[in-house]
């Protein structure tokens, strides 16, 4: 019996092997619970493959952009906000990764490991947002957006607030044309499921001027008094930038009102690789960002193969340089901001079934991009900018700041038109917004991107300015 | 010193568990469970739902008040786990299987009859002996039966069906019964190489036929509790190393040789991407299981409930959704519980017998949930074997009170009259 008895002791092996296998199930169920639960097969949350399960998504200021009734998700009354803010409150079948529906999920259904998904059964809908965007400002971008594709975004440079998220194109959810999209060959619909505010990248072109510039005042101190010419191209070791006119002698302030190639093409080679390197890395090139719980595309900055005339053209915006537009408006937002960064956030707040807030947007600082001083300045520049050249009338009362960009995309002769930027903000003390404008094969950037900025910008004023 | 402390450990845990109130909190958990299945009208004859629950927590009641106030015992952990496992069990297919309340229920009385009368069996260690080799050769045969006319059900031919579907026995699950009895009796009087030899050949043909019936689940049960039994009388790890040893290359063997077979398994770690075919049930446990959360949605509130085999071969799933997800981790570790509570008892049981099948009985039990949980949950492959006592289904409910019957009768309070000799 003795023996019987040590030998029993050997069963304790079992006995604890299986309480680890409990642990390892426990942990697995409580890894993998969000996953687990939000999958479309999950009848509790999901009608033939829609999220019904989900709280109201409202904007700013409180209008439903989403909502579950008669067990159907159901969106905006008007069909230009719901197309225009497609993308931001996304779809219940997941087509538009980086929309609220699918990014936010677990925070609409509400549900949470210990309770499970307990809470919607009982209350009949999930938790509801509300969104940083205001729709009737979505809406008024993306009609000025015309028949273009391509993005605006309008940001609370203090706050981070996202006010305008829209993307081109879009379509009305209510009715996705599924078949157009599919059999679509005109490329009407490219990337439609696609928010190219958060995902999209772009050869940034002469937006990056004001990067090379902020790289300028930081790095060379007769920048000011430099006077250097312009004969309609600047040739390096046997290949040329080309600029589009020819300026003559010119000044930094000057060149950079015009926009002029060859005067940037040689800052960018005073600077030399690693200077201009540096200013781009402490901007978060090729670095990640998130809002929120969506992902930026990364803005990628890469000189590490390339030759002098490489580096003249990546100091006027193109070679391989790529820019994210929300990325560029937390750029032009720091600059703004004093050269301080903020986070910029799309979810005001998240309010659970009960009418508890359970996330509440808060103002962060990001990444110090600029000193104090660098970003004063080039303030006085981008104000400069319209002021001298594109002219306030372009912007009827908003003391707009900014630059636009002309990004190149083919080197062929009548290859796709080039992309149409501006990015900039108003420096009325009650407005405290930065643009980024986005217009794909668009044009020139003060004849296109222009128009759809000002058209934005007068909404934002109307809406929030006193 | 020493033998003092020993003494005072081994007073402690044979202090039996104060039953009457955990009796009254059982019961009142079996009540809410029938309110809940009540309100939520997932089964809708309320005569049978009423039935169903007041014959079940009156049986629970004079089981105990005859037993202890009658009889005397004083220790009833073995049942309280039992009486509170098959309430789960039998609370979730009177909700989610309405018209099969009445069978279940039928099953659960036949299991305590099973029980009582295997008490009775092995309270004479005589009639052990005299019934050990008919046993053996009745279990033989019932496999063999199965073998030439059992039904495939499931891709495994273990189920013999009587009268157009009346009667349905899985003859697997009463041989477990059988196994740990013939080997514990055989192993009890080990005077030669000979009965350890034609154990061995039982078990050898009782695990062949498991396996010609393709139910992999069970054999591996049977091989598991074979080992253990083998260990427990011999002690010789190295003998056991090279059985398992071969047993594993038997198997590979097995897979590389039966393609067939291999494809059961194919699924295993890769349920996901067959979330809507070989993996769906799976995928459906998984979802529904953190779905319920740690509280449970509610007897009624499921979605599991409406895949196929929900309270048989999902069971556990079940439990996580409805129950919650710390009721179901509580479930698994009264398995635990029963294997230490042999363990513990195995030093002052009346004979080795009763060590040998209580310990053989407690771990087959363990192993199966493992199989089970950890099986469904996609941690190992699944076999498709049965959640002990919570399972739906007969056959398994006898098995399982009869393998309760083992481990509660190593206790040697349970046969009163030995308890004068063990005083004195």
Same mark, same amino acid.
């Given at each position: ?72 998700? @159901? ?7 719901? #197309? ?45 947002? @509300? ?138 080679? @005073? ?48 070679? #391989? ?46 990444? @110090? ?98 | ?124 260690? *005589? ?26 059900? *499931?891709?495994?031919? *273990? ?114 991407? *067959? ?150």
């Amino acid at each position: 019996m003795k023996t019987l008895s040590r030998r029993a002791w050997l069963l304790y092996i079992p006995a604890v092997a299986f309480l680890a296998g409990l642990c390892i199930l426990f942990y697995t169920f409580y890894t993998n619970a969000d996953n687990w639960s939000m999958r479309k097969a999950n009848r509790h949350l999901y009608t033939s493959g829609t999220l019904i399960a989900a709280g109201n998504i409202t904007d700013e200021t409180g209008a439903i952009l989403a909502k579950t009734a008669d067990g159907k998700r @159901q969106y905006n009354e008007s069909r230009s906000i719901r #197309t225009a803010t497609l993308h931001v409150v996304g779809d219940a079948q997941g087509f538009i990764a980086t929309g609220v529906q699918t990014s936010y999920k677990d925070e609409l259904t509400g549900y949470t490991f210990a309770n499970g998904i307990y809470d919607i059964k009982k209350y009949g809908k999930g938790n509801d947002l @509300q969104l940083a965007v205001n729709a009737e400002l979505c809406a008024e971008a993306y009609k000025a957006l015309g028949n273009n594709k391509g993005t605006v975004g309008v940001m609370n440079y203090r706050t981070g607030q996202l006010v305008c998220v829209t993307s081109k194109p879009a379509y009305d959810i209510q009715n996705r044309p599924s078949q157009d999209i599919a059999n679509d060959k005109t490329g009407e619909y490219e990337g439609v499921y696609l928010n190219r505010f958060f995902s999209g990248v772009y050869t940034p072109g002469s937006t990056f001027k004001v990067i090379t510039s902020a790289s300028a005042i930081d790095n060379i101190a007769d920048i000011d008094t430099q006077k250097l010419k312009c004969t309609g191209a600047h040739t390096i070791d046997g290949g040329s930038v080309k600029c589009l006119g020819k300026h003559g002698t010119l000044g930094f302030e000057r060149a950079l009102n015009v926009s002029c190639n060859s005067f940037f093409a040689q800052v960018a080679l @005073q600077l030399g690789t690693e200077k201009l390197t540096a200013t781009t890395d402490a901007l978060g090139f090729n670095q990640n960002f998130t809002v929120g719980k969506i992902r930026l595309a990364k803005s990628t900055f890469d000189l590490s193969a390339a030759s002098k005339l490489d580096l003249g053209w990546a100091g006027i915006g193109q070679y #391989t340089t790529l820019v994210n537009p929300c990325h560029m408006l937390m750029i032009v937002g720091a600059i703004a901001n004093g050269g301080t960064s903020v986070q910029p956030y799309l979810v005001k707040s998240i309010t659970n079934q009960t009418g508890k807030t359970v996330l509440e947007a808060k103002t962060e600082a990001g990444l @110090q991009m600029f000193s104090a001083s660098t970003a004063k300045k080039l303030q006085e520049l981008l104000r400069s900018n319209v002021e001298n050249y594109y002219g306030d009338s372009k912007f009827r009362k908003l003391e707009m700041c900014g630059k636009t960009g002309t990004a190149e995309v083919s080197t062929d002769e009548g290859g796709d038109k080039p992309h149409a930027w501006f990015v900039g903000f108003s420096q009325r003390k009650d407005l405290p917004y930065a643009i980024v404008v986005v217009v794909e094969n668009g044009g020139g950037g003060s004849s296109v991107a222009i128009p759809v900025a000002n058209k934005t910008m007068q909404k934002v004023a109307e809406l929030y300015g006193k | 010193m020493k033998e003092q402390k020993k003494k005072k450990r081994r007073k402690s845990y044979r202090k039996p568990v104060k039953w009457p109130f955990l009796l009254l909190m059982m019961t009142v958990f079996q009540i809410i469970c029938a309110l809940q299945i009540h309100m939520n009208g997932t089964q809708e004859k309320t005569t049978t739902l009423v039935v169903v629950f007041a014959v079940y927590i009156t049986v629970e009641w004079v089981y105990f008040l005859v037993c202890g106030g009658f009889l005397h015992r004083k220790s009833f952990e073995i049942e309280l786990i039992a009486f509170f496992l098959t309430g789960i069990g039998l609370t979730l297919t009177t909700s989610v299987y309405p018209d099969k309340a009445y069978t279940q229920l039928a099953a659960v009385m036949l299991g305590i009859l099973v029980f009582s009368v295997m008490l009775w069996i092995l309270g004479d260690i *005589n009639r052990v002996t005299k019934l050990r080799m008919p046993v053996a050769i009745l279990a033989v045969l019932a496999l063999a039966v199965t073998l030439v006319i059992g039904t495939d059900i *499931n891709g495994a031919k *273990n189920w013999i069906i009587l009268g157009d579907g009346v009667l349905s026995i899985q003859t697997s699950e009463l041989v477990k019964v059988a196994f740990v009895f013939v080997g514990a009796a055989t192993l009890e009087y080990l005077q030669s190489t000979r009965s350890l030899t034609k154990y061995i050949l039982f078990a050898g043909v009782c695990i062949g036929c498991l396996f010609l019936m393709r139910d992999f689940g069970t054999a591996l049960i049977f091989f598991f509790t074979f080992i253990v039994m083998a260990f427990l009388r011999s002690g010789d790890i190295k003998t056991l190393f090279l059985i398992c040893a071969t047993a594993v290359l038997g198997g590979a063997g097995v897979l590389t040789f039966k393609p067939h077979v291999a494809k059961r398994f194919e699924t295993y770690r890769h349920v996901w991407e *067959n979330a809507t075919g070989s993996g769906y049930q799976q995928v459906q446990l998984l979802i529904y299981s953190v779905s319920g959360g740690l509280f449970g949605l509610g007897i009624g509130n499921g979605k599991l409930r409406y895949v196929y085999a929900a309270t048989e071969d999902l069971a556990f799933g079940m439990v996580c959704e409805e129950f919650g997800i710390i009721i179901a981790m509580t479930v698994l570790l009264t398995f635990v519980s029963l294997v230490v509570y042999s363990i513990r008892y195995a030093r002052a049981a009346r004979s080795s017998f009763y060590s040998i099948a209580a310990l053989a009985a407690s771990s087959l039990l363990l192993f199966q949930a493992a199989l089970h949980v950890f099986g469904v949950t996609d941690l190992l492959p699944w076999t498709g074997v049965t959640l002990p006592f919570i399972s739906r289904g007969g056959s398994s409910m006898m098995c399982c009170w009869g393998l309760a019957a083992f481990i509660k009768a190593i206790d040697v309070h349970t046969y009163k009259r030995y308890d004068k000799i063990g005083q004195s």
